[in-house]
């Protein structure tokens, strides 16, 4: 079936720090990629997104870069801020399988401290 | 538009007790799903909806019924409240297909004493 394993957390950096949050997958069919974030207290929304292989999703500074020879869909950002601290989820949806459910990692907890 | 809606934002329920979490959408969205989400377990999906009159299970079903009468609603009922099912619910909806992102509610923490 499919799977998405994240880098686990949590994760405390100082502002402006350079982030790296780890995400490979596998999947039975051609996956689209997101990252979704988690502000507290508050659902997912959606981050970025990539659809197919080599695609760059960007956002708010955040980018992520579709891998398919290694299977990583990696969320980074060059300089951190204390409003970046929620929780991150990377996730994958197939195109034409499993009616197109969502299969989400585990999420990582980043904390940027001033 | 209003997104994903859903009702009570908080509640506290008696072990035994039954209870319908409500959500609705109005972005015209086929798709609809639940999840809980619980301290270290990430998300896992209860049931979903590819469309009205349609629905099926996902990992984590048993306890809970759902039904798709409408395209914007797709409420959740919790039959017989246990403690295990303290936790944080999510509603979300999407357009069909592997390309779109989904959308979600701003949950629903339930405790059940």
């Known amino acids: 079936g499919d799977s998405v394993t994240q880098m686990e957390g949590p994760v405390t950096l100082s502002e402006e720090a350079f982030l790296t949050i780890n995400c490979t997958y596998t999947?039975?069919?051609?996956?689209?990629l997101f990252w979704y974030v988690q502000y507290p207290g508050e659902g997912l929304q959606l981050l970025l997104k990539a659809t197919k292989a080599d695609d760059k999703g960007s956002n708010k500074g955040f980018e992520a870069t579709y891998r398919k020879e290694t299977t990583s869909f990696h969320l980074e950002k060059g300089s951190v801020q204390v409003s970046d601290s929620a929780v991150y989820f990377c996730?994958?949806?197939?195109?034409?399988?499993?009616?197109?459910?969502?299969?989400f990692g585990d999420g990582t907890t980043l904390t940027v401290k001033p | 538009n209003a997104g994903v809606t859903q009702t009570p934002k908080f509640q506290v329920l008696k072990t035994g007790q039954s209870m319908t979490l409500q959500c609705a959408q109005d972005?015209?969205?086929?798709?609809m799903s639940w999840y809980r989400q619980d301290p270290g377990m990430g998300l896992r999906l209860i049931h979903y909806s590819v469309g009205a009159g349609i629905t099926d299970q996902g990992e984590v079903p048993n306890g809970y019924n759902v039904s798709r009468s409408t395209t914007e609603d797709f409420p959740l009922r919790l039959l017989s409240a246990a403690p295990s099912q303290t936790s944080v619910y999510f509603c979300?909806?999407?357009?069909?297909?592997?390309?779109?992102?989904?959308?979600f509610g701003p949950g629903t923490r339930l405790t059940v004493t």
């Open positions: 979300a909806s999407s357009f069909t297909g592997g390309s779109y992102e989904q959308y």
């Open positions: 999947a039975t069919g051609y996956p689209s």
């Open positions: 972005m015209n969205h086929e798709y």
């Open positions: 996730a994958l949806r197939v195109v034409g399988t499993n009616a197109g459910k969502s299969t």
